[in-house]
């Protein structure tokens, strides 16, 4: 389920400056994701919403662009004490583009 779909929640946002990183901390004091459910809830298409009601893409996509600005995002859950938390880079370097594809997407150095 999406934080917006629980109602029993109070949520909580916070930020902090850690060295060259910022953090920032999306909290609830829900029910809590269950274990067999926290280790998926990245993977493309996983959703708890009935069929129809949801993609589970949310949070893939929003790992994956996390990812491409070089910074990390992560789930941590026990009952009352829910957190999504992503930490980015304050400077980053620009990636080397050996190219583009016929979309327009660019084509990284590896």
């Known amino acids: ?9 109070r ?5 902090r ?8 901390e ?12 926290l280790v998926m809830v990245f ?6 919403k009935p069929f129809g009601d ?3 893409l949310g949070l893939d996509i929003a790992a ?9 995002l992560w789930a941590e859950s026990i009952p009352g004490d829910s957190r999504f938390i992503t930490s980015l880079p304050l400077t980053v370097e ?7 594809t016929t979309y327009g997407r660019e084509v990284p150095a590896r």
């Open 17 to 24: 400056h850690e060295q060259d990183r910022i953090r920032v």
């Open 94 to 100: 620009p990636r080397k583009v050996i190219g583009r």
């Open 54 to 56: 949801g993609t589970g």
């Open 43 to 48: 993977d493309p298409f996983f959703t708890t």
């Open 64 to 72: 994956r662009i996390t990812d491409r600005h070089r910074g990390s």
């Open 11 to 15: 949520g909580l946002f916070r930020t």
């Open 26 to 37: 999306v909290c609830d004091t829900g029910r809590g994701i269950p274990a067999d459910q």
């Open 1 to 9: 389920m999406s934080a917006c779909d629980i109602a029993e929640l």
